[in-house]
């Protein structure tokens, strides 16, 4: 099988490095070889069996959800993630946290072999290799970065991310990224932005989602994705996860 994760050798790391160190953050573009970046969103598209992830809230110990492809084809799962969607809705009415997106939790499908061998696997393999974090750490100036989560993400119709910091440094977060693999049409009507805010909630940055681009940035710090409206088309693909140092 030829290699999946190949890093562009074109890009200007020093240039990405100086804007990461007065921002906390950059959007790398054209991270992969074409080639490689087109395989992997082949395989987003094509052999990902898309479940769904929701989080109704951050009140009373209120926990996100994952639902595997297989339960929401199962008339009681299907349920379940629509009485969850809704909940989510009234909760970010109430502006509470909340999200709702198509997912595949790769780090869990490894775990618990659910493909044994699969791209998914191999993915999350060239995701720790040294070629992806010398590149994180060379950008970021964070040496200590040792391993890299991941999860592949499909933001639809209705999807969408309430806004948030990412504030799990004991369990090792130091970097958030986003590899974008979406179609290279996206329009800005579409949504699904990454955008960042400032205290008083005034969005100071946004990542327009792309073909074969790489956001990285420190965590915590505030930020969200932006709903997807109806009419936009399918095609806002990523693996996203964090970088760590333990």
């Known amino acids: 099988m030829k290699k999946l994760f190949e890093i562009n050798p074109a890009i200007d790391r020093k240039a990405c490095a100086r804007r990461f160190a007065k921002h906390s953050r950059v959007q790398i573009r054209d991270v992969l070889t074409e080639e490689t970046a087109r395989e992997i969103q082949m395989i987003l598209t094509r052999a990902t069996k898309w479940g769904m992830a929701v989080q109704a809230g951050d009140k009373g ?26 909940q989510a809705h009234e909760a970010s009415a109430k502006g509470d946290y909340a999200f709702r997106f198509a997912h595949y939790p790769i780090v869990e499908a490894v775990n618990q072999k659910w493909d044994p061998g699969g791209v998914h696997e191999m993915l999350l393999e060239y995701l720790n290799t040294p070629d992806f974090l010398d590149l994180a750490r060379e950008v970021t100036g964070f040496d200590d970065l040792v391993k890299a989560d991941g999860q592949a993400t499909l933001f639809a119709a209705n999807h969408y991310l309430g806004r948030h910091i990412d504030s799990h440094v004991a369990e090792g977060w130091k970097v958030a990224y986003v590899l974008n693999l979406a179609r290279e049409d996206w329009h800005p009507d579409w949504g699904g932005y990454l ?35 109806p009419f936009a088309p399918m095609g806002r693909l990523a693996i996203t996860g964090w970088l760590r140092d333990r």
């Not at 110990?61 to 809704?86: L, W, Y």
């Not at 400032?198 to 074969?212: A, L, M, Q």
């Open 61 to 86: 110990g209120a926990k996100p959800a994952s639902f595997t492809q297989a339960q929401i084809a199962d008339s009681n799962g299907a349920e379940a993630v629509n009485r969850m969607a809704n």
């Open 195 to 229: 955008l960042f805010l400032d205290e008083d909630g005034d969005v100071i940055e946004g990542f327009r989602p792309r073909f074969n681009a790489l956001n990285l940035f420190a965590v915590p710090q505030s930020h969200m994705v932006s709903y997807v409206p």
